[in-house]
């Protein structure tokens, strides 16, 4: 059928409507279509405001879905008229899904709203009047049928709540109501059993019985939705704070939904428990903390990497947190946050950073690292990087996450699999080995993925984590985590210390019974592209746009840059090389340093000192290391020297002039050889030539 054609099938549908007087309370459920819709387009005592997805409302996505041209993570589509809902003409199950999910109707009514261009109502019209004819209830999963019923309602403002004309068609929006109770209806009775699936159902729920308490229904689902999220936020949110699936994205998409019925419940008088306002307000201070100084939360598990500043000014708002209005500013408004260094117990993330842009500091130069040292996480959207981190300076994304780029595991190469991988993290790989076991699995149970077909599940464990040890010094921010896999006898240890807001050193140790591969990566951004340097004088020193990394010469140590790929976005990979030091043995170890730069790469050395242990013969095990960091930029010299017990066994040591009693020592000289800075574990005990220094810095 043409479109032509199309249309005038269309037109014959603005009929009266069959009714099912059921639906509404008595009073209205006796108008006809015209006074029914003359009713919802009059002022209502009823408030609540829509939200659209920024990308899928793009101008020139709603001006292609016009004529037809569907685009969803980066792939377009063009589609008949009618659509054919039921089929999905994309490899892509997250394709169909998101046709199906309706954000484009939002997009639809903004751009009405803007233009007041009569054939957004009736392309709006046309696509929700087909899929009501063609699609039955349910159709994919609950969690589809939930952000469509938001999406509708979201529109529903542009079309009929706040519209100066009426561009709408009594008997379409009889039917679009009356399938908008269906679908509630289908979401009462078929809620996702947790997690994030679940919480936004309930929140299309309370949206539905907000907006149209005329339906007989409404009071019902208000109940049933406000009491199902208050148990679902004790449940769905860590002690922490954090949403117990551990993606920093998912995190964000679950408290927005939390926020949009605070925000609902405020706006129309609904008391919401006590318990509700403070587990928001635990998710919002990670939320703080996670965002990068650039604005963007990096997408550690499943998810994209954006800003939820948004989330942020909201909560300032709803609770009157001028923490939270901070960082929604950038510094602009309110108070810096008290903690540099945050940790999230339950969760496993620790959030390190230089400063908040106080004193004139540049809000976004502040470096910036996150710690993952936790459980895998809840559900399918983990990703095999215990210990992994990002690492972000002056203004760039340097050190990142690959992202998710894809769920689908269609095509050639499984980019599911690798960008999940162990391999794929800024962390060490044993033996090329995911740190969980991740094996096919048969397609059982009716689900939005085809039945019989397979898919990768995690099959066993996670690896158990601990983080043994965190400081925060004047001098420095040390954090000290563990994984020890099920999958292979190797146990990793990786400490990360941040230097005088200057550096970090990544000091990793692998111990294990019998030998294996080790390979430790660093994921670089797109920048970095074919823009990396390696020279090996005096050991491996890696320079890449805003990042030096050097390692002491090892001749057991093998570097190499790698091809890889970073994933900001579902669906859009961008070529990002690796960096990749490689080791074989039972035991491994690898001391980096981390050095992000501004205008040009310094100077930067690093030598191994001969260490001695406490027999006074040549430490040659390698459970210890001390290392001189020396590097020169801008007219300023720093000599440092950083000693660990990589086994974190306390000891006596030897290095160079000083004798040391503890497990890891961090020290500054000046030219002369002069300790000026110094900090050690609690228990430490330092001396030079026979003087004894305290770890203040100052000779006693």
Known sequence: MN?????????????????????????????????????????????????????ETRPEKIAALMSGRFEFNGETRVLPDPVDWLHN????????????????????????????????????????????????????????????????????HYFVTDSPRNAV??????????????????????????????????????LAAVVFPEMRRAAFWREFALVRIADNIESD????????????????????????????????????????????????????????????????????????????????ELYARDDLRYAATAGREGTPPAQRVAHFAASGYTIVRSHWGEAGQPFADAHYLIFDCGPLGAGNHGHFDCLSFELAAN???????????????????????????????????????????????????????????????????????????????????????????????????????????????????????????????????????????VARDHGPRVCSPGLLIAQAQDARVEVAVEDSFVAYRYGEKLAAPRVCFSSRGACAAFDSVLLPWRDAPPDLRVTHLPLQGESGAAHAVRRAAALRIESHAAGQDVRDIWFHARDDSPGEWRFGNYRFRGRWLWLREDAAGQVLRASADAAASLERDGRVINLAGTPA
């Open 3 to 55: 479109r032509a054609a199309h249309l005038a099938e269309y037109a014959t549908m603005d009929s009266v409507s069959d009714r099912d007087p059921e639906i509404f309370l008595p009073a209205f459920a006796r108008m006809d279509d015209a006074t029914l819709l003359a009713h919802f387009r009059a002022p209502r005592p009823v408030f609540y405001f829509p939200v659209p997805d920024l990308d």
């Open 89 to 156: 003409p994309s490899d892509d199950v997250e394709w169909h899904i998101l046709l199906h999910k309706f954000y484009y109707a939002v997009g639809l009514g903004m751009a009405f709203s803007a233009s007041d261009d009569p054939r957004y109502a009736w392309r709006w019209m046309e696509l929700i009047d087909c899929w009501i004819a063609r699609t039955p209830p349910g159709f994919i999963a609950a969690d589809v049928t939930g952000r469509r019923v938001q999406n509708w309602i979201y529109s529903y």
């Open 169 to 206: 068609s009594a008997g379409f929006h009889r039917r679009l109501l009356e399938s908008i109770h269906e679908q509630v209806e289908f979401l009462c009775a078929n809620l996702t059993a947790a997690r994030n699936h679940r919480t936004l159902e309930l929140y299309a729920i309370f």
């Open 237 to 316: 949110l860590l002690p922490d704070g954090v949403q117990c699936e551990l993606s920093t994205d998912y995190h964000q998409l679950v408290l927005k939904n939390y926020l949009n019925v605070r925000r609902l419940a405020a706006l129309n008088d609904i008391p919401v428990p006590a318990d509700m306002d403070a587990a928001i307000v635990r998710a919002l201070e990670f939320s703080l903390h996670a965002h990068k100084p650039d604005g963007i939360v990096p997408s550690l598990s499943d998810g994209d990497a954006r800003s939820f500043l948004e989330l942020l000014g909201q909560g300032a």
């Open 395 to 533: 203004g760039r994304s340097l050190v990142v996450d690959p992202g998710r780029y894809t769920y689908s595991e269609a095509g050639d190469i499984n980019w599911r699999i690798r960008f999940r991988s162990t391999a794929a993290h800024n962390t060490v790989c044993v033996d090329g080995l995911n740190q969980t076991l991740y094996l096919p699995r048969p397609i059982k149970e009716p689900s939005r993925h085809a039945h019989g077909s397979v898919r990768h599940k995690v099959s066993g464990p996670a690896p158990d984590a601990a983080l043994r040890e965190r400081v925060e010094t004047a001098n420095l921010a040390l954090l000290h985590g563990t994984a020890r896999s099920h999958v292979y006898d190797a146990v990793h240890s990786r400490r990360i210390v941040f230097v005088d807001a200057c550096y970090w050193i990544v000091s990793d140790w692998l111990d294990a019974p019998s030998e294996h591969e080790y390979a430790l990566r660093f994921q670089l951004g797109e920048a970095a592209q074919d823009a990396v340097q």
